[in-house]
């Protein structure tokens, strides 16, 4: 008679230890970096993360934005060179300063990671707003998302959900190459 014992505590302490290092922090501080990333990029791209290019400015911000840098009218009221060129190049929400563009951040908490923007305007450029609904705009302000989420906040767009899962991915590949070492 032959008796064959195979002893599966191998495999089973490998899941735990896999268990409790999915979605543990590092992971999600990665999670958090792409989406930070991407949320960056749809400021240099004037664009949703989706590719849908932002709405233009309307005269009211720029004529504003022109009047505060300052070198931009001659005597005449005309534009100067470098006020034509300001015009020219004025990307939708890049303000004066470029802060709601830079100041993005992400927190994680266990198995969860916020990303966030400190600017208290960030929200009605992500989703818009109208002048009826809020007296104090200049005017109505198109949404120009930038965050990678649908309005319903349930989705991550397409393109945020393909490089979050090959994050995920590549965070199990290496935990397996650990438990080979």
Request: without cysteine.
């Amino acid at each position: 008679m032959i008796e064959i014992t195979y002893n599966n505590q191998f495999i089973l302490e490998s899941l735990e230890m896999m268990a409790a290092r999915v979605g543990g922090e590092a992971m999600m501080r990665s999670v958090g970096e792409v989406v930070t990333d991407i949320t960056k990029q749809a400021f240099v791209n004037s664009a949703s993360p989706d590719g849908t290019p932002w709405e233009k400015n309307s005269p009211v911000p720029v004529l504003r934005y022109l009047n505060v840098t300052g070198g931009n009218f001659k005597k005449d009221g005309s534009l100067t060179k470098k006020g034509q060129a300001r015009l020219t190049n004025k990307k939708p929400l890049i303000g004066q300063s470029g802060d709601l563009a830079r100041q993005f951040s992400y927190t994680v908490s266990g198995d969860t990671v916020a990303v966030q923007n400190s600017m208290v305007y960030a929200a009605m450029h992500q989703f818009g707003g109208t002048k009826a609904r809020f007296p104090h705009l200049w005017g109505d302000i198109p949404a120009r998302p930038f965050f990678p989420i649908y309005g319903d906040f349930e989705r991550l767009m397409p393109q945020a959900e393909r490089e979050v899962a090959q994050v995920m991915s590549d965070y199990m590949e290496e935990l397996i190459k650990e438990m080979d070492g």
